[in-house]
């Protein structure tokens, strides 16, 4: 299966949260003259191409996009032919490059770092891959219902043993009383001026059961490692604890083929800070 290309196409939610982000929040931004800008985690790199670039001044000197995965980040490159724009393999929760220490005006991070269970070296790394002065604006999941599915699949005999590292696939907040003091807090200890930690109330739904599953198969890390004879049995199994949560409503349209619209409601966090000066 070719993730990167699954992703490009069944990523309505990321971008949806993505586009809200940069349509509310971009205008806190100061930006720099000739500035290093850096975007943690930039998937297929569409976010970056369709949505942030077109609302970014056009004299920034470098633009780079990092993903952990090697795939991605080809799938990014084969995009773009702008020479001031790069794509690059990096784990934000691990050693960073020396070349980039304090080189960075901006950095972005779009659904990323709800990935991310060192999320004080991840903060750490960001703190120091930018200039005094420089700013952040991120967005990442706090909670969201595929959380409670996935701990409900991993507790079954039949899934559990594909799901045992289950903690590093659930955002460490999504069961955080407080989200937005504990990631101010961690900010506050790395350094960083907060100027908007907050978390969103949010929702997207998902046209159909068919753009469901394919949206899951694009993002769920436990297929991977599932026998290739079982992967559409968890697919399916998945679904139907789609229709248990009562958190999430199913709608169905009135059309010929009596189609369901999947509504699901999440938290999204919206953090803007700086490094002093």
């Known amino acids: 299966m070719n993730k990167a290309s699954l992703y490009s196409k069944y990523s309505g939610l990321q971008k949806n949260d993505a586009s809200f982000v940069i349509d509310n929040y971009l205008r806190l931004i100061k930006w720099k003259p000739n500035a290093n800008i850096l975007d943690i985690g930039s998937g297929d790199g569409n976010v970056i191409f369709e949505l942030l670039l077109p609302k970014i001044p056009k004299h920034f000197a470098k633009f ?21 724009i790069d794509f690059l393999q990096m784990d934000i929760s691990a050693t960073i490059p020396p070349e980039f220490h304090e080189y960075f005006d901006h950095i972005f991070s779009f659904y990323c770092l709800h990935w991310v269970v060192e999320q004080r070296q991840a903060m750490k790394n960001i703190f120091d891959m930018l200039k005094p002065g420089g700013e952040m604006l991120l967005t990442f999941l706090a909670s969201n219902p595929i959380y409670d599915i996935y701990e409900r699949m991993a507790k079954s005999n039949k899934w559990g043993p594909y799901m045992n590292n289950l903690k590093k696939y659930i955002s460490p907040y999504h069961h955080s009383e407080d989200p937005e003091t504990e990631l101010e807090n961690l900010l506050k200890k790395e350094g960083f001026i907060t100027h908007l930690c907050r978390v969103e109330n949010r929702s997207y739904t998902f046209p159909s059961f068919s753009v469901l599953s394919k949206s899951v198969s694009a993002v769920n890390p436990f297929i991977k490692k599932l026998p290739e004879n079982e992967i559409d049995t968890y697919i399916e199994d998945y679904l139907k604890e789609v229709r248990k949560l009562k958190t999430i409503t199913i709608e169905t349209c009135n059309n010929n083929d009596n189609e369901e619209k999947i509504h699901v409601p999440y938290k999204l966090f919206v953090t803007f800070a700086s490094k002093p000066v």
């Open 64 to 84: 780079v996009g990092t993903d952990i995965s090697e795939e991605m980040v080809l799938f990014a490159k084969n995009q773009c032919n702008d020479p001031k």
